[in-house]
């Protein structure tokens, strides 16, 4: 019955904040600041870090020839901690050739049919999400820099109308729990402000790495509305409006969550 | 891909100094009590045994059984003695074997 304590608890909620706005660059927090000291020490170390198991694979993986190239990422991009530094925190990013924009996992996906001319890897894949996470940690400490051309802000006020936007059988946005109420709790934890920090995540949870569109399929369920499939451009959007409303915030990849 | 374990224990401490280890390990623990999507049981796959030796004395050893959750984490200590080797091994069902070895210097 976790809706049903979700709808009370937004209920009680609802009276006392002022809906409506974004949050002040000077408040904004990650969800790594909500969390108990353990789960924190647990993201913190990189021997205690479960996500580190993936990144050890990503890393494998980033050095095997795969496709009828016969290329590996390696021999075209080197040196990861160089090459890669700072690219998963520009993401998603607009394409040109594509029209649209495109999130991390489908840039490298890109990568794998064009350069390797091998089979894009599934998503939520122990293999796609192995590489995300080491591409991704190379950003670890780099501020989220979402660029600021036309195009870009088209797609970000697309992806921030669907966060505002009431949907599903709650009748809920995003924004009534993320952006009004997220120094409250729901059924007992903390609601925190739904920034995109740290993907792919370890989720205690899960048991397992995930990236941030099963997290916001999570939420759309959660909501009772209905969740796109992943990859859809909605919510690559709205990856991109949370990446943006978090420009400036450093990456924490792979950050552990409850 | 094979498990993957990530391991820490200090590589030098003071002779009868307490150390702490780590040791954390990729597997799926699967319990044996969920259904998949026709309704089987999926049979159980899980780690069930844990082993720490330093220099060949068992120091610590753990039983895991269905509960303990995926990719499990351990933290033990043990008394530096010597200079030496601590080997660690993890063992369960379908013949999985796992096992990391790393030096410590003891002053």
């Known amino acids: 019955m976790r809706i049903g304590h979700a709808a009370a608890a937004l209920t009680i909620l609802a009276g006392i904040v002022p809906a409506g706005a974004e949050i002040a660059t000077a408040q904004r927090k990650s969800g790594y600041d909500f969390m108990a000291r353990t789960t924190q020490a647990m993201q913190d170390g990189d021997t205690s870090n479960p996500g ?43 394409n040109a050739t594509l029209g649209r924009p495109i999130n991390i996992e489908q840039r490298i ?16 894949s122990k293999d796609l999400l192995a590489l995300t996470a080491f591409v991704a940690r190379q950003s670890r400490g780099q501020p989220i820099a979402i660029a600021e051309d036309e195009p870009t802000r088209r797609s970000v006020e697309t992806g921030r ?46 048991q397992s790495l995930g990236s941030l569109q099963r997290r916001l399929r999570n939420c759309l369920t959660g909501m009772r509305a209905e969740a796109p499939a992943l990859g859809a451009q909605e919510l690559v959007d709205l990856e991109l409006y949370l990446m943006s409303r978090a420009r400036g915030m450093p990456i924490e990849t792979p950050a552990v969550r409850p | 891909m094979a498990a993957r374990a990530l391991i820490n224990v200090p590589p030098t401490a003071k002779r009868g ?72 091994t993890w063992k369960g069902d379908n013949g999985f074997f796992a096992t990391e070895s790393v030096a410590i210097a003891v002053e």
């Open chain 1, 161 to 206: 109308a669907a966060f505002v936007r009431r949907q599903g059988q709650l009748n809920l946005s995003c924004a009534q729990c993320h952006d009004d109420n997220w120094s409250g709790r729901l059924a007992g934890n903390p609601l925190t402000q739904g920034q995109p920090t740290g993907y792919p995540i370890y989720r205690l949870e899960w």
């Open chain 2, 17 to 88: 100094e307490i150390v702490v280890i780590k040791a954390l390990i990729s597997h799926e623990m699967e319990s044996g009590f969920r259904p998949n999507a026709v309704g089987q049981l999926i049979p159980r796959n899980i780690i069930k045994e844990f082993v720490c030796t330093y220099n060949g004395v068992e120091v610590f050893r753990a039983e895991f059984f269905s509960a303990i959750s995926a990719n499990p984490f351990l933290s033990f200590t043990t008394v530096a003695t010597e200079s030496g080797t601590v080997t660690m």
């Open chain 1, 52 to 94: 580190m198991l993936w990144v050890l694979d990503g890393a494998a993986l980033w050095d095997r020839k795969a496709g009828a190239a016969n290329r590996s990422c390696a021999d075209c991009h080197g040196d990861a901690p160089t090459s890669m530094k700072g690219v998963a925190a520009r993401y998603p990013e607009f």
């Open chain 1, 109 to 124: 996906n890109l990568c794998r049919a064009d350069r390797q001319q091998a089979k894009p890897l599934p998503y939520e």
